[in-house]
């Protein structure tokens, strides 16, 4: 999952997304983003900066990365119906859609409508319980799913619920991808049958995560938890304070060299003396991960 750079005076800074693939991929090996989700603040950002965001991230990853799903959520079923339609005619693998949250839904109508949108992308549903206070079960949402929206290819699963999650697995079909998207937890996330994994963390330690995900792969269970744990540690350093994008960004920033720029209000930026001490943190526990 992409931050989105931002210039020092905020506004988008397109210059960054070339070096920022180049970084994720031979620093990093992540083959497939994730862009203008919850780590992009797709939700701070205007129609067209959204736009020309995604255009810029589908361009320049075209013949570089696997995939480039765009995120294309919004309070307002036109604004997504918008950014659907765009995100079909500039190329991209497939949108995702989170459930709008201030007038929340109780059917799937809201996914259909989207993605009636852009029929010929593959589309995936967006679960985040804890940002967005939909609560509904996902195994429910998957009833009848495919009727509801052919185009539909599977879930990213941002919650906590791991009842849910291995339902989900359990209902999946063989054409859809059922990632996890709680990074500290990807290896329980692995052992209910996640295929994938999508989160903010592996823009820096995704090499690191990457071999978790072998390391599941061939059994070595010992392995898979050791690089999980350290994962952990970083997370527990520094959600004991604050961790949220602006506090992200900027490890992102100090450990790939990339200028991502600060978050935007209502984020604020991490202050200096922390931004140290967890960059601090990463490098004793990551520092042979670059
Ligand atoms: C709430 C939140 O931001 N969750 C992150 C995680 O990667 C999260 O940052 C990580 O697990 C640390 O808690 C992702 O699930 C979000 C994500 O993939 C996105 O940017 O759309």
């Keep these: 999952a992409t931050f989105t750079p931002l210039t020092p005076e905020g506004e988008i800074n397109l210059s960054v997304i070339g070096p920022y693939i180049d970084y994720l991929i031979e620093k990093q090996n992540v083959k497939s983003i ?34 480039v799903i765009v995120h294309v ?14 995100a079909a005619q500039i ?34 549903y967006y679960h985040l319980p804890a940002m967005t206070g939909v609560n509904v079960p996902v195994r429910d949402v998957l009833n009848d799913i495919e009727e509801l929206v052919p185009s539909f290819r599977g879930i990213k ?37 996640a295929n994938g994994a999508v989160g903010s963390t592996y823009n820096y330690v995704g090499s690191y995560m990457n071999k978790l995900m072998t390391a599941f792969e061939n059994g070595d ?22 961790f949220d994008v602006g506090v992200n960004k900027q ?10 720029g600060p978050p935007r209000l209502p984020l604020v930026q991490c202050p200096q003396d922390y931004a140290k001490s967890i960059f601090q943190k990463y490098n004793s526990l990551f520092q042979d991960s670059r």
């Design 34 to 67: 994730f862009v203008n989700g919850t780590t992009g603040e797709s939700v701070s950002l205007s129609l067209a900066e959204r736009k020309a965001l995604a255009e810029d991230w589908c361009h320049k990853a075209k013949g570089k990365m696997d995939q």
């Design 73 to 86: 959520g919004c309070m307002c079923l036109r604004d997504s119906q918008e950014l659907a339609c765009h």
């Design 91 to 124: 190329g991209a693998d497939g949108i995702a859609v989170i459930s709008p949250s201030f007038f929340k839904p109780s059917t799937a109508a809201f996914l259909r409508e989207v993605a009636s949108a852009a029929p010929t992308l593959p589309f995936y």
């Design 157 to 193: 699963f941002s919650g906590c619920d791991l009842m849910d999650f291995g339902q989900c697995v359990s209902k999946s079909r063989p054409h859809w991808a059922v990632v996890y998207g709680v990074d500290e937890q990807l290896l329980a996330g692995l052992a209910m049958g």
């Design 221 to 242: 269970q010992l392995q898979a938890r050791a690089i999980q744990f350290k994962l952990q540690e970083l997370l527990s350093f520094a959600m004991k304070n604050r």
């Design 251 to 260: 490890l992102m920033s100090d450990v790939s060299g990339l200028s991502l």
